[in-house]
């Protein structure tokens, strides 16, 4: 194993921290063992079959099952299953919103075999301006089918302008990103800002996503929203199920990093960095405190990093598992500044860990990062 960076100010002792004895819903077992896959995800259908309903698809190239518009509020579809129409199964209108409590709980939101055109939708739920929005045990499958035309198929893209809550959620075998998370100037009429809230993830897995040739990077991408972050009792999954994937490569797991900014392209803004620099300028973190708690991480063939997060306030990372590939933590070519502190611990599996471009250990391997101090700065990173 190599040394950790100079650079770094590491309070680093490897192995030395105690093993976490945390358990979760599921039963974290002791380090040497492994996270249990979840079960109790996804809709629970009804005792009463007539209080379960079905919106179906609409006809047209263009069409969407469900439309908001006009900064709908507190927007609810429960005990529904939700017939993707050819372009989505939800959408909340760009210029439109913001939309403020917007909740889907105890829905199917899938394509239904036969009804649309090649069997394709592209996306299942987007929306922009989304503010205190709610997914609770919502089952996601079947878009992004692999055709001869241009697919993405994505389960959930948001523009967070507000708290975003996602529990008990099976969002599974659809060919684009599970899930994508942006903070986008030039998509909102909001002022230009870190988005209200935070982001937590409870008790979901996302599995097997990312299969179409358009697909995203990673199954998993939050683009530096600028709020905190909690994943906990989170699985993410891909080629463990026989799932074809192109090139038979599973891509990425798990990105969370700001989007950079491109002075060749004024067009399009990042929320983080303002019109006019001041001489002072220095870029905020592109996410909170960012908390990942029993999340279980498992590609069987990644082709990138498979888990790449850069730019907390603070990073904690607790009684997780890694299986697959490596994991870069603020990489110094990616975009944003380098997180705060980093707490790893507790932690197993298979990878290999990397912070700023140089490996500090695996994933069973315990370390404290602290952020330099301002002297330390001025004098390179390096103590004195």
Sequence with gaps: MQSAPQHLSVLFALALLAPSSAQGQEGAPARDGHLAPLT???PVLPEDEDSWRLMRFLPGESSDTITLRHQDENFLVENTTIQASARTAFIAYQGSGPYTG????????????????LDR????????????????????TGFGKVTRKHDEGHGIYFNVAGALTIEH????????????????????VLPRAAAAGAITVRHTSFRENGFN????????????????????????????DGTTFPGDLTGGALLIEPEGFDPRRPEKPVWWRPERLPADFEAPFGQGRTELTRVRIAHRAPNRPLVQIKSCSELIVRDCEFNGGKIELDHPKKPGRDSGRIVWEGNRGHAAVFVRGRMVGHAEDDFIIEPPAKDDE???????
Excluded at 124 to 140: K, N, P, Q, S
Excluded at 169 to 182: E, F, R, S, T
Excluded at 219 to 233: H, P, W
């Design 40 to 42: 109790d995800i996804g």
């Design 102 to 117: 917007t909740t889907l709980r105890n829905c199917i939101v899938k394509v239904e075999p036969g009804t649309l055109p």
């Design 121 to 140: 939708s592209y996306w299942a739920i987007r929306g922009y301006d989304m503010v205190d929005t709610t997914l609770e045990r919502v089952e996601i």
């Design 169 to 188: 959620c099976d969002i599974h075998h659809n060919g684009g990103q599970a899930l994508q998370l942006v903070n986008r100037p030039k998509e909102s």
């Design 213 to 240: 040739p358009d697909r995203g990077g990673f199954q998993v991408s939050i683009f530096g929203t600028g709020q905190d972050i909690v994943l906990e009792d989170v699985e993410i999954l891909a080629g463990l």
């Design 378 to 384: 001025e004098q390179g990173g390096r103590r004195r």
